[in-house]
């Protein structure tokens, strides 16, 4: 299932899965954006952006 791109302006975030569905929340897990400046999570598939 694709997610919106959420774009952040810190290199460090953290996703629970309920800002993505209501009541489809998984564990909260950090997630650092690294050199590339992106990330996929592991459990909703929610992209994350820095934004430079």
Avoid: W
Wanted: net charge negative; hydrophobic share 30%.
């Amino acid at each position: 299932m694709t997610k919106d791109v959420q774009y952040v302006d810190d290199l460090t975030v953290s996703c629970d899965g309920n800002s993505v569905e209501k009541n489809a929340g998984h564990p909260r897990v950090y997630l650092n954006l690294g050199d590339q400046g992106t990330i996929q999570c592991p459990y909703c598939s929610q992209m994350f952006i820095f934004k430079k």
